[in-house]
């Protein structure tokens, strides 16, 4: 049966420690766990007593895991690799490189990345989702703003692929040496890198270490703003894929609802993805616990 876990993002927030938090997780029945961006380094302290303790599995850590010091709140984009600005692409690493070490010492292969964006762009998601709000989803309106988005990302693109490659080489040398994997993540705006298109060639280019990490509530929030097909871009990267996190949308954009309480069709996708790789559950804290575990006893019956 796939490896099916759930994501601390779900219940950190409501834990002061992290024995506590990995506690309730092996209590709703899961036997695996993610350790996501927002955790502290007095949280890391207790789970890291609870996994050698044999309390639970991890299989995988989402950057930054933990969260940088001088960052107050839950931040994963606070310091992006294709930032203008060195001193933030050097935080990036310095940060990344500490998630590398955590995740050898709780046993982990796989790291959840977020590429960057595209300051220029920034924002341009968000008025493509006020149009379809205000009932003009496909619109002359809306479709001006999108072919005028794709034309202005494509010219603001090489410059940040080129500081995002740049600044990434020490982390996956780090990480090749580590023996983890770095999942790059698709993520849920036009803005963010990398796009569909630029995608499999800086898989290439990144090498081995590198992978593909499908979100699938962020590909259906694309589709639903008809910027990609989810299926068929699943299909075109499914056999590059090393992990993924599940989580459902509701139309248009509200991710990160309880799997089958949503429109993504999950039994047509899940068996285009390998069966080796980590299914992680990723919610809002807001979705009740009875959900969360009638949802994931669902999953296992549906996938087994």
Not at 207 to 228: M, T, V
Request: glycine share 6%; charged share 25%; net charge negative.
């Amino acid at each position: 049966m796939p490896t099916l876990a759930l994501s601390t993002c779900w219940n950190s927030s409501r834990h002061r420690t992290g024995d506590d938090c990995l506690r309730e997780i092996v209590d709703m029945g899961f036997e695996y766990a993610e350790l996501s961006h927002g955790l502290n380094v007095h949280h890391m302290e207790g789970m890291l007593k609870f996994v050698e303790a044999g309390g639970i599995k991890v299989t995988s850590l989402h950057n930054f895991c933990p969260q940088p010091i001088e960052v107050v709140t839950d931040s994963p984009d606070c310091y992006q690799f294709s930032s203008s600005r060195s001193e933030v692409r050097q935080r990036a690493v310095k940060v990344t490189l500490q998630t590398i070490e955590f995740a050898k010492r709780f046993g982990a292969d796989r790291i959840v990345v977020h590429a960057g964006t595209i300051n220029k762009m920034v924002g341009f998601g968000r008025e493509l989702i006020d149009l379809v709000m205000q009932g003009k989803y496909l619109s002359k309106e809306y479709v001006e703003k999108k072919l005028d988005g794709v034309r202005r990302r494509e010219d603001a693109s090489p410059e940040a692929i080129v500081r995002l490659k740049e600044t990434l080489k020490p982390v996956v040398a780090a990480a090749g040496e580590a023996g983890v994997r770095l999942g790059i993540e698709n993520r849920d705006s036009y803005e963010q890198l990398p796009s569909e298109r630029e995608f499999p060639e800086l898989l290439d280019e990144l090498g081995p270490p590198c992978g593909y990490w499908h979100d699938f509530g962020h590909a259906q929030r694309k589709e639903n703003l008809s910027l990609i097909n989810h299926a068929q871009w699943l299909e075109s990267m499914a056999q590059r894929a090393i992990g993924c996190h599940v989580h459902d949308c509701v139309w248009p954009v509200d991710d990160h609802q309880v799997p089958f309480s949503g429109q993504i069709d999950f039994p047509r996708l899940v068996p285009m993805l390998p069966r080796d790789i980590p299914f992680v559950i990723e919610l809002h804290p807001k979705r009740p616990a009875d959900d969360v575990a009638a949802a994931a006893t669902k999953w296992r019956n549906t996938f087994s």
